[in-house]
């Protein structure tokens, strides 16, 4: 017996490191610099981040100092071979004007029909035609009927810090608690005061779907990245990196409330509503074209939808509406919650900015008045604020994505072929003087018209057809935040604010130690 347990695991052993090197040769055959592997880790710097050595924020810019110059080189994943792209005008290529050689991101097998739905996991035509629905689902008309639901949230949010004057908050926890019921409220049509009820099952559920400390495993991105680069290996050992239970649970929470406004005839605008519309619209339809756009960012995410049929045709209505709605809370609780817990920070190291803002809101909206959507859209330096928060602080200094069909880089004789990962390098491009005025201060003039923004340099949504289809909505709630937050408060630094928020390695959608300030009552 111990014979053969000796030999199962020299072939197991033999086999991982097979699979692993099998293409370490790859770039060398192309001609293309690349950042050299070994066994099991691939590249050097990728086992660093492995072992926490480097952190994911650091990770592609130490990466691009191995190739200065360099506009595309290579590393590897373990054995997964990527292409990195150093360079403004080439990453235009891949994610705007090329966008038909890259339309897909990397896809994923959770092993669950209504995760497997997800429009993040979508490819082609099938992604495409509910990226398209989506998109309707998100327009300012639509949002429009959703701010007083977000208002009265933000009463709530008022409500609470006014008991907390004086005292250490961490940010990202109360952010969290506002955008959980801001979701629940426009997302799921369930009213919660999660400020005072911090244990509601729906709040419990949440906490655990996005592996928040304390409710989360701390092994959950590890097997996200096991899913992403070795998915044959995950669904021979049928690894998961998320509770089934907590998906049946949003499922059933999603499917309850679509089967009830059906039988009662009830409407409450809120995204539920607006999916089921919009489903119904569509349904044995081609997907209609875009025409108008309400910005730049918008211009360049519209897609070509001449010709894609109906995605009812292969998913169930309900499937539809619950994936949607599920990752619609997966993609938007962490983000907003720390870009919440980030404006604070930036609120407390520049006290001229809190004042400038404060003045805006008080001009546009009052201390007492319950702000409109027409009177968010009107807060333009808050709108300079949250987007210099985002560059200053980027969460993901990266987009990947797929190589649907064989591409040859624009001015050199490198092919990237079909279904390679590619990735963009976005971080660099936020902090240079080519790009924005001030880059290596916070400065909200930095996106003030006048000082001519390089806007494609801000990636926090991305960008091209698959940037954040929920951008203007993640905007609405961090406005909402704001305004009930400055309006009667004042945010200063506190014994446990730091200088520089640094993310968690063990969990990207987490601050190491938490955004701690203060707040003061203003008079």
């Known amino acids: 017996m111990f014979l053969e347990i000796c030999l199962f695991f020299v072939a197991l052993f033999a086999w991982a490191y097979y699979e692993v090197t099998k293409q370490f040769d790859f770039f060398e055959n192309i001609g293309l610099p690349y950042s050299k592997p070994s066994f099991p880790f691939g590249s050097k710097l990728f086992g660093d981040l492995i072992k926490q050595k480097v952190k994911l924020e650091d990770f592609d810019r130490i990466l691009a100092a191995e190739f200065p110059g360099q506009k595309i080189y290579g590393s590897f994943a373990m054995g997964q071979p990527t292409f990195n792209i150093n360079d403004e005008e080439l990453a235009k290529h891949i994610l705007i004007k090329d966008f038909s050689h890259f339309m897909d991101r990397r896809s994923m097998d959770f092993g669950h029909e209504i995760m497997n739905a997800f429009l993040t996991n979508l490819k082609g035509e099938e992604w495409k035609s509910v990226r398209s629905l989506m998109s309707g689902v998100f327009t300012s008309g639509k949002l429009k009927k959703m701010v007083p639901h977000l208002v009265q949230v933000g009463a709530n949010f008022e409500d609470h810090i006014s008991k907390q004057v004086g005292e250490e908050l961490n940010m990202k926890d109360v952010g969290g608690l506002l955008t959980l019921d801001a979701i629940a409220s426009t997302g799921f049509g369930i009213e919660t005061n999660s400020f005072d ?264 949504f991305g960008q091209g057809p698959r940037n954040c289809v929920g951008m203007r909505y993640a905007l609405l709630i961090l406005k909402v935040f704001l305004v009930h937050l400055v309006r009667k408060h004042r945010v200063v630094k506190c014994s446990k604010t730091v200088d520089v928020p640094v993310l968690d390695p063990t969990n990207i959608n987490q601050v190491k130690g938490g955004i701690f300030v203060k707040l003061e009552k203003r008079v």
């Open 197 to 460: 009820d911090p244990n509601n099952a729906f709040r419990i559920n949440a906490l655990i779907l996005t592996n928040a400390p304390g409710y989360g495993s701390k092994w959950t991105a590890a097997k996200f990245g096991l899913l992403a680069i070795l998915p044959r290996l995950t669904k021979l050992l049928k690894i998961s990196a998320i509770d089934f239970k907590v998906i049946d649970y949003f499922s059933n929470v999603v499917r309850q409330t679509y089967r009830s406004r059906i039988e009662r005839n009830e409407r409450r605008n809120d995204i539920i509503d607006i999916i089921i519309e919009e489903l119904k619209r569509n349904k044995g339809q081609n997907v209609a074209q875009q025409e108008n756009f309400e910005s730049e960012f918008e211009k360049d995410a519209a897609l070509d939808t001449k010709n894609i049929t109906d995605v009812q045709e292969k998913y169930d209505t309900e499937v539809l509406l619950i994936s949607n709605a599920i990752l619609f809370f997966f993609a938007g609780f962490d983000t907003t919650s720390t870009g919440i817990a980030l404006c604070c920070h930036y609120l407390s190291h520049n006290p001229d900015a809190q004042e400038q803002l404060y003045e805006e809101v008080m001009s546009v909206i009052g201390d007492d008045q319950e702000p409109t959507f027409d009177d968010l859209q009107n807060l333009k330096f808050m709108d300079n604020f949250i987007a210099e928060s985002f560059r200053n602080f980027t969460l993901i200094p990266f987009i990947e994505r797929v190589c649907t069909k064989d591409y040859k880089v624009p001015g050199t004789d490198v092919v990237i072929p079909k279904d390679r990962i590619v990735k963009v390098y976005t971080k660099g491009m936020a902090f240079m003087e080519d790009n924005f005025k001030n880059p290596d201060a916070f400065d909200p003039d930095n996106f003030a018209p006048e000082n001519k923004p390089n806007k494609f340099a801000y990636t926090m």
